[in-house]
């Protein structure tokens, strides 16, 4: 999958959030499956637009019985 989130104004420093996430998932065998999950966001300030911004990674196992 593949998603896209524009948050704005989330307070009074804070002007804007992009987040661009895409993410699969594995089924491997009846009862596990494997999730991958990219994602990259900036943080856009009021009195500056060089807020944090950065990559965060994730995996995900889940197992049902």
Known sequence: GIGYG???S????LDSTQV????????L????SLTLDVQ???DDYVD???????WIMGLRGVTEF
């Open 20 to 27: 661009f996430e895409t993410y699969v998932n594995f089924g």
């Open 40 to 42: 990259y966001m900036h």
């Open 48 to 54: 500056s637009n060089d807020g944090p911004k950065g």
């Open 29 to 32: 065998g009846e009862y596990f």
């Open 10 to 13: 989330g307070n009074l420093e």
């Open 6 to 8: 524009l948050l704005d």
